[in-house]
């Protein structure tokens, strides 16, 4: 079965957003709030790159781990959702999350939490594919469609790649050796436990 990943290149990344402005439109994503952002790192320098961050949907997810309620889930192909239903608002999946995916909404006063928000790959939620319910708490099912994450569809560049984490190690393989780099993918072990076999 396929594993779901976001793979980002950021020999590609040219920091326009348009991964960010896809997700926050198609989702009905709440103000406050960023499923998706784009970081630069080492900005102003020689070298800078540019990143396009979100949940990882990591294989051994921290977030599933330390979640006191378990409203964190892995779905059979790898994708981390939550159930907001379940939620308590202790922002636990915040602070273990590497890349601080999860995320609370600013509506109400300072030190309420409310219901946490994250990336969902575009697969909805726990209630009925593609049903009114899921669209207003997790946004668009796009897998349920058929379809890949719009934030990968909308990239001009092609840096931002979503899909099975076999056939994505593979084409990140192959520019990676078309530009005469090293074949390994930078933080692949890190984010999902083992290194893409060869």
């Known amino acids: 079965m396929a594993r779901m990943r976001f793979l980002c290149d950021v020999e590609r990344c040219i920091d326009c957003n348009a991964c960010a402005v896809a997700c926050k439109n198609e989702n009905e994503v709440p103000w406050g709030i960023n499923r998706r952002r784009v970081v630069t790192l080492n900005q102003g320098e020689a070298g800078e790159k540019s990143v396009s961050v979100a949940c990882m949907h990591c294989t051994d997810a921290p977030c599933i781990a330390v979640c006191p309620v378990s409203c964190m889930y892995q779905t059979p192909e790898g994708v981390v959702l939550h159930n907001k239903d379940v939620c308590i608002g202790c922002g ?66 092609k840096a931002l790649l979503a899909g099975d984490g076999d056939v994505l190690a593979d084409i990140m393989r192959t520019r990676a050796t078309a530009r005469g780099g090293n074949n390994e993918l930078w933080g692949w072990g890190t984010a999902y436990g083992r290194a893409p076999h060869k």
């Open 92 to 157: 636990y999946c915040f602070y273990a999350c590497p890349f601080g995916a999860p995320q609370f909404p600013q509506t109400s006063a300072f030190g309420v939490r409310g219901k946490m928000d994250k990336c969902t790959f575009c697969a909805g939620g726990p209630e009925k594919d593609m049903s009114e319910a899921e669209f207003k708490k997790y946004g668009r099912n796009r897998l349920a469609e058929g379809k890949l994450p719009l934030c990968a569809e909308m990239c001009s560049t």
